[in-house]
């Protein structure tokens, strides 16, 4: 007997805003299993299983955009009232946050108690932004991370943080600029500063067990 119908759908959103390069997180879903949609309409979001943010840019920008297009109702509604999983990538991540400094205070989505604020150089001389491959050290186990080691490389490009206001919401850090939360993580929403789709094998297993969700 065909077991087909065991087998979850996995109807990828991912949201179209303006911000960032949505062909290749959409490249990665698919390579993953997913069937992404690249889009803003919200009959899209009320069929999909799982939904994804992705963003380069200016958090200002970034929440104008979400706005500007309509999205903030309807992701609350899937997201936060019906629990449909959710990732944030980069600029998705740090829209989570309550609020935002990069190019004025703006208020935030939210969902994660917590600011984005500019990364600081240390002592030795770290580079802002920051651009390249760098650790991610669990601070405690997540199943996105599932047969993936702690302070293994993933690649960012960022000039803020998302700094929160709850210890239980960081999964990981990284150690630059005297170290930032790279991964967070409250019920069906995770946050990631590095870039999955861009961060090979690794990357990919960290979409593939976000899917698994």
Known sequence: MSQSHNIPMKKVAIVDYGMGNVDSVAR???????????????????????????????????????????????????????????????????????????????????????EIKRLVPDSSGSRIPHVGWND??????????????????????????????HPQDEIAHTPYCGGFVSVVNRNNILGVQFHPEKSQRLGLQVIKNFLSL
Not at 88 to 97: D, E, T, V
Not at 137 to 159: E, L, T
């Open 28 to 114: 990665a879903v698919q390579h993953c299993g997913g069937e992404p949609v690249i889009t803003y309409k919200t009959a899209d979001f009320e069929v999909a299983n799982y939904i994804i943010l992705p963003g380069v840019g200016a958090f200002e920008t970034g929440m104008k955009n979400i706005r500007t297009h309509g999205l903030e109702a309807v992701l609350r509604e899937q997201v936060l009232e019906k629990g449909v999983p959710f990732l944030g990538i980069c600029l998705g991540m740090q829209l989570l946050a309550t609020k935002g400094w990069e190019g004025g205070e703006t208020e935030g989505l939210g969902w994660i108690e917590g």
């Open 136 to 165: 991610v050290i669990f601070n405690q186990p997540s199943s996105v991370f599932q047969n993936i080691p702690s302070g293994k490389d993933f690649y960012f490009v960022h000039s803020y943080h998302f700094s929160c206001n």
